[in-house]
């Protein structure tokens, strides 16, 4: 196959459609230019040159990894969030755009604040707290916080990038365990963690249950265990007035509310993503600290 990287594009891209690939003309892309090296950015602009015999060679084996399902983003090892790309691992969830309303949360909840810690619970890549550094004004600092050692490595990494390593400190905690007090208050706490049923995970697309982490993916019998265990082991890590903010899959709104009332927290309140799914829970602890 000779021809210009327009017409490469043009027979990927249906090749990608053709196998079911829903956003083929951004997959496309994105591998062309992973292939051939080049800034996204400039993929127009080189659109009329010629592809080399290895460009060529490496385009087919990219090719092939994907049409037997693996992610786009751990075949390019890295991924857009909230307008940042993060390096990525197959070790570490990849960033799903569902996942910006917690960074909203995140960030409606210091409109009104000018200093303050996060911690970022179950934080995989470390993209929610990193969304909301860059965000936020640099009196402002996240812990960010997961059992994976792959997960910190990945966060570490990812402050670099984004020139955040004074405002980011990566510590080993287990979401299900009590918070370790030597970490201290946080004003926020924000959460992504892992909600699947247990059940329900050989349902899930291929690309997702053969190359991405389960251990990020599956939240007990009913889902729920990480909201459970959460709630409770965190809530003396909040300050007075303090925020919780959650994640959680479609229909879990409403059980993960009811899981921060029993607990006692206040205004909870439950956000909707881009797609109009309940996919934010937020709850605050009102009552002061014991001294
Ligand atoms: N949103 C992810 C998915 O549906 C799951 C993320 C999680 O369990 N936290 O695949």
Not at 77 to 97: A, K, M, N
Not at 146 to 164: F, G, M
Request: glycine content about 8%; aromatic content about 8%; proline content about 6%.
């Amino acid at each position: 196959m000779v021809g210009t990287i327009s017409d490469v594009y043009l027979d990927l891209r249906n090749e990608l459609r053709h196998h079911g690939v829903t956003s083929a003309p951004l997959e496309a892309k994105e591998l062309l230019a992973f292939a051939l090296e080049i800034p996204r950015a400039e993929f127009n602009e080189r659109s009329g040159s010629y592809l080399f015999d290895e460009q060529l060679k490496r385009l087919e084996e990219l090719k092939s990894r994907r049409l037997k399902g693996e992610p786009l983003a751990h075949i390019i090892g890295e991924w857009d969030f909230y307008s940042l790309t993060f390096i990525l691992t197959p070790g570490v969830l990849i960033p799903r755009p569902d996942t910006e309303t917690l960074v909203d949360a995140g960030l409606a909840f210091f409109s009104r604040r000018e200093r303050g810690r996060i911690l970022d619970l179950c934080c995989g890549s470390g993209c929610v707290g990193i969304a909301l550094l860059k965000n936020l004004p640099d009196t402002i600092s996240c812990v960010f916080a997961d059992t994976s050692e792959e997960a910190l490595a990945v966060t570490k990494e990812n402050l670099v990038r984004h020139r955040l390593t004074f405002r980011g400190l990566p510590v080993a905690q287990n979401a299900l365990e009590p918070c370790d007090q030597a970490l201290g208050k946080f004003n926020l706490i924000v959460s992504n963690p892992p909600y699947i049923p247990t059940g329900d995970i050989p349902e899930l697309d291929v690309s997702v249950k053969d190359y991405e982490p389960h251990e990020a993916l599956d939240g007990g019998t009913d889902g729920l265990d990480f909201y459970r265990a959460i709630a409770v082991n965190f809530k003396d890590a909040l300050t007075k007035n303090g925020m919780l903010a959650f994640e959680c899959g479609m229909g879990q709104a409403p059980q993960v509310e009811e899981i921060l009332r029993e607990n006692g927290y206040e205004d909870i309140r439950i956000l909707r993503d881009f797609t109009g799914v309940e996919r934010v829970v937020t709850g605050v602890r009102t009552p002061p600290e014991k001294a």
